[in-house]
């Protein structure tokens, strides 16, 4: 079961057709527009066995990994949407798997309409990977350190055909980096010339090279300093509004979250357990676990009031608990916990999977 992550507020008549009081023909509810993102029951499952004799000497079992289990979620064009939680949850394995790195185990990914997973197959896979691209978390390893900047954001460009000519190589190379914040004299220069904050932007520049719709962004501040991350977070979201990108943002950071996304959703041991709009999710989280990673964040303006840790720590993926994954941190499990796994499920336009929610217990 799927949510609509955005809707669009804009309700145009459609012309021609009017509305009136008494009136036998009623104009038509315009048609809600498509999600860009519909991700519909996604799940990844590594084979994280021993080798083949080793099990037999040792009698053991194949152990089967499942890094994302059932996932599901929307974002429509122009939007946001974060995925948090805490490390190990599946985050990056979801952005791994939007992008083609890996294939599903089971589910899948439309994107503007179309089987992406079916295209990364095909002869059309060339045409929608222009269409999406990824931010790497870490801006020391994903650039060529062996690599001119001016060849390392060109590279797509090449790839894909886009262009040859080396003089309208060069200057499409400089409007990309005057888009970041650097400058087109930077070309020259190599990665260990510069911060870490502008590798990143240069990462940025890369992505951005074929003009895609859709950026997966895998952490892509977790690696710079506090004042870095404000000025890359601040170049992302003016290029959102410029060029109307689609974001799926990965991170681990709620301050983070909050400033850029739309909606928010939140991961447990491969399985998103809070789906929401961002007011509402800081607001009036449903979740225990989303309550427990709100409550930890310290509070500026609220200094007498004692902090509450995150309980426990996750439990190991290759044996995870029997019914809620979070029963043994939850200070709200019972008998139903223990032994039933929750559903998402819609309940006043947040999507939650909790017992205790859905039973009115908290």
Same mark, same amino acid.
């Given at each position: ?7 669009? +507020? ?25 999600? /860009? ?19 037999? /000497? ?186 109307? /990108? ?25 399985? /998103? ?24 964040? +310290? ?64």
């Amino acid at each position: 079961m799927n949510t609509r992550v955005m809707d669009d +507020p804009a309700k145009a008549m459609t012309p021609g057709l009017e509305a009136s009081v008494g009136s036998e023909v009623c104009s038509p509810r315009p048609a809600l527009p498509q999600p /860009l993102v519909v991700v519909e029951d996604l799940a990844r499952t590594f084979d994280v066995s021993a080798p083949w004799l080793n099990r037999v /000497l040792e009698r053991k079992p194949r152990q089967l990994l499942h890094a994302v289990d059932g996932v599901s979620f929307e974002i429509a064009r122009g939007q946001t949407l974060a995925l948090v939680g805490e490390s190990g949850c599946g985050k990056s394995t979801v952005a791994r798997l939007l992008v083609g790195l890996y294939a599903p185990t089971r589910g899948r990914f439309l994107f503007d309409g179309q089987d992406a997973h079916a295209a990364y197959a095909s002869a059309q896979r060339r045409q929608l990977r222009r269409r999406i691209q990824m931010i790497f978390q870490d801006p020391y390893a994903s650039l060529n350190p062996r690599w001119r900047v001016e060849d390392i954001v060109a590279e797509p460009l090449r790839e894909h055909g886009l262009l040859n000519d080396a003089a309208a190589l060069r200057e499409r190379v400089g409007e990309l980096l005057r888009s970041v914040g650097l400058s087109p004299h930077d070309m020259v220069k190599y990665p260990h010339q510069f911060s870490g904050g502008q590798r990143q932007r240069i990462s940025i520049a890369r992505a951005l090279a074929t003009r895609p719709d859709f950026l997966v962004c895998d952490e892509p501040t977790s690696a710079l300093d506090v004042s870095v991350q404000a000025q890359v977070l601040n170049i992302m979201k003016d290029l959102q509004r410029q060029q109307g /990108l689609t974001y799926l943002f990965i991170s681990h950071n709620l301050a983070v979250v909050r400033h850029v996304s739309d909606q928010v959703g939140v991961m447990y041991l491969g399985r /998103l357990v809070e789906l929401a709009d961002k007011r509402t999710l800081f607001t009036q989280p449903r979740h225990p676990y989303t309550r427990m990673l709100l409550d930890a964040i +310290p509070k500026l303006h609220d200094t007498s009031r004692a902090r509450t840790p995150v309980q426990g720590e996750v439990p190991n993926p290759l044996n995870p608990p029997s019914g809620c994954a979070f029963h043994p941190r939850c200070p709200h499990a019972n008998a139903r916990c223990k032994a039933e796994r929750p559903v998402l499920q819609s309940m006043g336009g947040v999507r939650v999977a909790c017992h205790a929610v859905q039973e009115g217990r908290i």
